[in-house]
């Protein structure tokens, strides 16, 4: 009920926008109490890299802060990710996730490759 999409293979310094629409059977995203994204880099743990509130407060991981940028657009029930200046080291499956009701919904994962 969460698909992420927007992923792709980009040169360092470049940028991608990645989208996670969710499905009105799960409900409505301006509801929800936090939406995230996080990301996995290859035999690594998944990370939260940033978290957008019902309220709108964001936050962000240090090493994405100034780089990225979360958003909601309750309309279109969708969550964006900007990700501007990319580096190598951002490589990996971004996965987009939320909490309704004590069930925790994660997206498929989309995979963002950065080349040096």
Known sequence: ???ESGGGLVQAGGSLR???AASRSIGSIGSFN????YRQAPGKERD??????????T????????RFTISRDNARNTVY????SLKPEDTGVY?????????DYWGQGT???VSS
């Open 1 to 3: 009920q969460l698909v």
């Open 18 to 20: 990645l989208s996670c």
């Open 34 to 37: 936090t939406m995230g994204w």
């Open 48 to 57: 939260l890299v940033a978290s957008i509130s019902r309220g709108g407060v």
């Open 59 to 66: 936050g962000y991981a240090d090493a994405v802060k100034g």
């Open 81 to 84: 990710l900007q990700m501007n």
């Open 95 to 103: 996965y987009c996730t939320t909490r309704v009701l004590l069930v």
């Open 111 to 113: 995979q963002v490759t």
